[in-house]
């Protein structure tokens, strides 16, 4: 490709391997990406909102919703990483991980296990932590989660609009909450990420 991605605050770096799977040969900038991952990202949601909630808690459902947001950018999009990441599980664990969560999740929802801002909370957070992508994964499991609550009928996320001008995608004080809860999260203290899905 012909340009370098820039990576936002703790986003992924990609490898050599899954660089080369860059699609669109004429764009140059960040911007002229941005552009048209939005675009791909918008036809994703699209597909998605057609799904039942049932769908939504399938593994079929997680890899075609991001071969859906990104299948105009990567060659791989909807396909699992083949690479261990700066964040995120071994990749060979992906297969077990995967369905794990999911059925997890069924079981919350089942037994009333937790308030529904919470099992969103927690499934993204390990959806994220499973990192289930080469790249995307962020913006993949906020779109995930939100199907989830509105299907389930529940209003989707703000993920922390009232923190600051700045989209969650780029640096600055929203996104380093989001980091800082996730990584909260990762200790298993969820209360912080709670509170900023709805902020």
Not at 88 to 114: D, F, R
Not at 150 to 163: I, Q, R
């Amino acid at each position: 490709m012909s340009f370098t991605p820039k990576y936002p605050k703790g986003a992924t770096p990609l490898t050599r391997d899954e660089l080369a799977g860059f699609i669109p040969s004429y764009i140059t900038t960040q911007g002229e990406l941005n552009t048209l991952e939005r675009t791909n990202i918008l036809a994703g949601q699209k597909w998605a909102s057609k799904k039942h909630v049932e769908d939504i808690l399938s593994v079929g459902f997680i890899y075609g919703l991001h071969a859906k947001m990104f299948d105009q950018i990567w060659k791989w999009a909807g396909s699992p990483r083949t690479s261990d990441k700066n964040i995120g599980i071994p990749w060979s664990q992906i297969p077990t991980a995967l369905p794990a969560l999911l059925k997890n999740v069924e079981t919350w929802i089942a037994g009333n296990v937790y308030p529904w801002d919470e099992i969103g909370a927690r499934f993204h957070h390990r959806l994220v932590e499973i990192h289930v992508f080469a790249n995307g994964n962020g913006r993949h499991a906020r779109i995930t989660t939100d199907l989830l609550l509105e299907k389930s009928g529940f209003p989707p996320f703000s993920w922390g609009a009232n923190h600051g001008p700045l989209p969650l995608d780029e640096d600055g004080v929203t996104r380093t909450e989001y980091i800082e809860a996730l990584r909260e999260a990762d200790q298993k203290k969820f209360a912080r990420l709670v509170r900023f899905v709805r902020s």
